[in-house]
């Protein structure tokens, strides 16, 4: 009589499925956040969203992103936008009422969209930072688009972009010279359709010019100032000293001629002490002194640099 039928598990002598295990850690994950309570609203007209409570959403997209960390998974972060989500799936033929739909989304800003790296800490705390580099990338995508509309120079056909952005990096590299030691907070201005052109740059300057800031800071800080070059815009600068004492100096400059100006003690202390929104004025901080802008040279103007009318 044969020996009746035993179902058996396959063995896997080489480890495949270990090393499966190995290989998901090399696979990144990226998870799209809903930061604020109106974009959740907006997805919540969607019948396969699984969510009907915000802070609920984001405690479990914290343990998700938890999980995945503690699995040795590299894991980021990026920002879901409902409006940006709606005209994805239009272009692309999805419905957006699918999961699906949602993760390809995702993957898209995985590829093109403002994203930070998770590491374990509260979402309360990463989400800011997300919302501050996502409103950075906007910045330098607007200010790159109004620089690729400069065109080149008729006469050599040199590219104007580039002579503005060269001429920035220039003025950017001379402004921190003259500032010298401590830690600055500078803030670029620049008008532009709809929205002024903002940008921030945060740097500490130690032991007589060595310097600490962020790449990719200074690079939008540069474009937004190459932008403001090339279209001979009215914007300016405004920096703010920290000193070992304890006490701040503002310092401010206007763009005239594709170069920083130094604006007056009086004309910073105006322009700092006035609410943009009303024109009224607004006391000055305690422990702020108001001085001028202090002289950035400008440099030769070299053959082919179109900076100058």
Not at 144 to 149: E, G, I, K, S, W
Not at 275 to 302: A, F, I, R
């Amino acid at each position: 009589m044969a020996p009746p039928f035993r179902r058996t598990t396959p063995t896997d002598p080489s480890g495949l499925a270990a090393a499966r295990r190995k290989l998901r850690r090399e696979v990144p994950s990226t998870a799209a956040v809903l930061a604020d309570a109106q974009d959740f609203a907006a997805m919540r007209r969607y019948r396969t969203f699984p969510f009907d409570d915000h802070a609920t959403y984001l405690q479990q997209m914290e343990l998700l992103l938890r999980s995945l960390t503690a699995q040795g998974i590299h894991a980021t972060v990026t920002l879901f936008d409902p409006v940006a989500y709606e005209t994805f799936c239009l272009d692309a033929g999805l419905d957006p009422d699918r999961p699906g739909s949602r993760s390809r989304y995702t993957a898209e800003l995985a590829c093109t969209g403002a994203t930070l790296p998770y590491t374990g800490e509260p979402l309360v705390r990463l989400l800011p930072a997300l919302v501050d580099e996502a409103e950075r990338q906007a910045t330098w995508d607007r200010a790159t688009a109004l620089l690729a509309r400069t065109g080149s120079c008729p006469d050599c056909g040199q590219d104007l972009a580039r002579a503005a952005f060269a001429r920035a990096s220039r003025a950017v590299t001379g402004l921190l010279d003259a500032l010298g030691d401590g830690t600055h907070h500078l803030v670029c201005s620049v008008p532009a359709s709809g929205a002024p052109l903002l940008a921030v740059l945060h740097a500490e300057s130690r032991d007589r010019g060595r310097l600490e800031l962020s790449e990719a800071a200074t690079l939008v800080f540069c474009t937004v100032l190459a932008a403001g070059f090339a279209l001979r815009s009215p914007g300016g600068i405004v920096s703010r000293t920290t000193e070992p004492a304890g006490r701040d100096t503002v310092r401010g400059w206007t763009l005239r001629n594709a170069w920083l100006h130094p604006l007056s003690a009086a004309e910073v202390f105006t322009a700092y002490c006035t609410d943009s929104d009303t024109g009224e004025p607004v006391p000055p901080e305690p422990g702020v002194d108001y001085h001028s802008g202090l002289p950035v040279p400008d440099p030769p103007t070299e053959d082919h640099d179109h900076t100058h009318d």
